[in-house]
């Protein structure tokens, strides 16, 4: 059950966001009363925090499975995009927004990963393309590492890439693309343009 409660409860959270879902919410759409919620959880807080650390050891699992059975550096990157595709078309863009600003917790949760696991794995990425030569052997892994981290949220961001005018995953392929192009060698470029035109996106 337990399981169950974080599964409806992430489905919701990426539908409609944090702030509006309520634990009766929650419980109607379970087909169950809110005193059974509260038997695994004492507080909404506790379920955004549990969806957040499940979204995290997924994310890890993915991120660690795509290293490993990659071809390449550049191929590693393109092996993410399904993932990324999946999340971004399901999950509200105010997500991150609202859980800044009502669930503390949680995000303390999400900047944590994404300083620690998501930047650690950028860099491994950086470093293993210099040692493939296909990306720039002069780049900063560790500099570059850290941009790339903002601005793969940036997309998020209403101010800067308000929703009714742009679409999150179109945003990330673009921004991905100039950032790929921008550390890549020669060599790289080559493989960018063979693995597009295997996976036939618009990056």
Not at 86 to 97: C, D, G, Q, R, Y
Not at 118 to 140: D, V
């Amino acid at each position: 059950m337990e399981q169950r409660i974080t599964n409806k409860a992430r489905e919701l959270f990426f539908r409609y966001g944090l702030k509006s879902v309520t634990m009766d919410d929650i419980a109607t759409n379970l087909g169950v009363s809110k005193k059974t919620i509260y038997q695994y959880y004492t507080d909404k807080d506790s379920i955004v925090e549990a969806v957040m650390l499940f979204e995290i050891q997924r994310g890890e699992r993915e991120c660690n499975q795509y290293s490993n059975q990659s071809e390449n550096a550049v191929h590693e990157v393109f092996m993410t995009i399904d993932m990324m595709q999946e999340m971004l078309s399901t999950m509200n863009p105010a997500l991150i927004f609202e859980m800044q600003k009502y669930h503390p917790n949680a995000f303390k949760m999400f900047n944590d990963h994404k300083h620690q696991f998501i930047y650690q794995t950028i860099k491994a990425n950086l470093e293993r393309g210099q040692r493939e030569e296909l990306y720039r052997q002069e780049l900063n892994a560790e500099v570059l590492a850290k941009y790339r981290v903002e601005t793969l949220f940036l997309p998020f961001s209403q101010e800067v890439f308000p929703m009714a005018k742009f679409n999150i995953f179109q945003v990330s392929l673009e921004l991905m693309n100039h950032f790929l192009f921008g550390i890549t060698t020669p060599k790289g470029q080559k493989l960018i343009t063979k693995y597009k035109q295997a996976k036939k996106t618009s990056i």
